[in-house]
Nanobody, 115 residues
Framework: VQLVESGGGLVQAGGSLRLSCAASGICFSINAMGWYRRAPGKQRELVAG???????NYADSVKGRFTISRDNAKNTVYLQMNSLKPEDTAVYYCNADAQNAIRYWGQGTQVTVSS
């Protein structure tokens, strides 16, 4: 089972990045998918989640700036991040909740926003 993230990097404040996370090797259907982040010295927090049907929820801190989407045929979830702020700097992790009640995690991708 693998969740492979891509799209992180260094960007200036006000810029944009698009994260992708592709799941493979999971024999069960995937229900919800999402993105978490962990900033230095802080606890991991939910950024956004999306159900298989496409219903999304967001942390208050990213509402209006980030958009989560998914392609069920590809078992892939995306996070479009616009108007990035230095406080968005963190390691971003994707997750996938399979029908076998196991939550799978990606390895994380670094997002750094410079001021």
């Amino acid at each position: 089972v693998q969740l492979v993230e891509s799209g992180g990097g260094l960007v200036q404040a006000g810029g944009s990045l698009r994260l992708s996370c592709a799941a493979s090797g999971i024999c069960f259907s995937i229900n919800a998918m999402g993105w978490y982040r962990r900033a230095p010295g802080k606890q991991r927090e939910l950024v956004a989640g999306i159900t298989r049907e496409g219903s999304a929820n967001y942390a208050d801190s990213v509402k209006g700036r980030f958009t989560i989407s998914r392609d069920n045929a590809k078992n892939t979830v995306y996070l479009q991040m616009n108007s990035l702020k230095p406080e968005d700097t963190a390691v971003y992790y994707c997750n996938a909740d399979a029908q076998n009640a196991i939550r799978y995690w990606g390895q994380g991708t670094q997002v750094t926003v410079s001021s």
